[in-house]
């Protein structure tokens, strides 16, 4: 069952033009000069009940502006939105009760009081059911490790705490939907595995449907099998990770650190793209050589001290994409 159906959704942003020169802060009050942004320009996708969608793009793609959408903070300029049949901007009330929405660079929460005092702030102003927000609370903070912090206010947390309370906060109404923008970004690895795993389990355990933006490819391949990607506003690709990684991010590296310097040389189904001191680095296509192979055949030529294996990043698929179309 569809939950989310975006259809040709457009949102334009008029930028006043800036003038230069004597009296300009005045004359830039008056001139009533714009030019226009078309942050997303004509995109439709739609997503299923229960399903983990990664949304990704560069940077200015227009990924927080679908997000914002969707989550009724901002208005489309043309389009049209449904999350499971609510138009999110024109009933905000009747949106919000059934989604979650956390954006990694800001917090909901209110930096210099405890946690817990946050959340029954929350429970207060969204309503929530005391025996909802009871049980959540008693399943999520231990799920995401928040018993050391829950009294203590946001402004004494590090960063993966924080998104965890974030994440908490978001799911306290048991929202049928999760709009996580960025959730990631900056956090350690051990929180970063954390919210993988409890992200996964919620949507599994409770069929919370998930769209993620992030600039982390483990991320992505971690918790989504199905990718959609926007560049500039526009739909690029809207299908399953594996065919996208086959077709367009099919190219990985290898770094080969030597027991000393050697000189550089070819090696089949591989290219040496960089040499650095002990260190080399090769690039090479999936379907025609694995790090395996590569290393066997070095190895019998100049004995290896360490490997890497270096796959490509969104940016990079994103440009192959954006280069094939
Ligand atoms: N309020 C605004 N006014 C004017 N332009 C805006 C506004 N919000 C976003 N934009 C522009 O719209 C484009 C899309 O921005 P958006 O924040 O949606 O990108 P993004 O894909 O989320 O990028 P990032 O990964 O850097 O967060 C950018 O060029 C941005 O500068």
């Known amino acids: 069952m569809v939950l989310i159906e975006v259809k040709r959704l457009t949102k334009e942003f008029k930028i006043p033009v800036q003038k230069k020169g004597q009296f300009a802060a ?16 004509d995109i439709s996708f739609s997503v299923g009940d229960g399903e983990i969608v990664g949304f990704i793009g560069k940077n200015g793609a227009g990924k927080s502006t679908t997000i914002k959408m969707l989550s009724g903070i901002l208005q489309p300029t043309s389009g049209s939105i449904t999350v499971d049949g609510i138009r999110p901007f024109e009933q905000r009330m009747e949106n919000a009760k059934q989604i979650g929405v956390v954006f990694g660079q800001k917090t909901q929460l209110w930096w210099d009081v405890p946690l817990i005092e946050s959340y ?67 956090v350690d690895v051990v929180s970063k595995k954390y919210l993988h795993d409890f992200i996964s389990e919620i949507n599994s355990e409770k069929g919370t449907t998930i769209l993620l933006t992030t600039h982390d490819m483990g991320d992505i391949e971690k918790l989504c099998s199905r990718v959609v990607v926007i560049d500039s506003g526009h739909l690029m690709y809207d299908g399953d990770l594996e065919s996208m990684i086959a077709r367009f991010g099919a190219v990985r590296s ?72």
Request: hydrophobic share 40%.
């Open 26 to 41: 005045i004359r830039n009050l008056f001139s009533g000069e714009y030019t226009v942004k078309h942050a997303v320009d």
């Open 120 to 186: 029954r702030l929350l429970r207060e102003i969204y309503k929530i059911d005391t025996a909802v927000y009871q049980k959540n609370l008693d399943r999520y903070i231990p799920m995401l490790g928040l018993e050391e912090v829950i009294n203590k206010p946001v402004r004494q947390m590090s960063l993966g705490q924080r998104v965890k309370s974030d994440i908490c906060a978001a799911l306290l109404h048991s929202p049928k939907i999760l709009f996580l923008d960025e959730p990631t970004i900056g």
């Open 254 to 325: 290898l770094m080969i650190e030597f027991e000393k310097p050697v000189p550089d040389f070819e090696i089949e189904n591989a290219e040496l793209t960089r040499s650095e001191g002990n260190r080399k680095w090769f690039s090479f296509h999936r379907s025609k050589a694995t790090p395996l192979h590569l290393v066997h055949a070095i190895d019998d030529r100049f004995p290896i001290q360490d490997i890497a294996i270096i796959e490509p990043d969104i940016e990079s698929i994103v440009r192959n994409l954006y280069e094939s179309s």
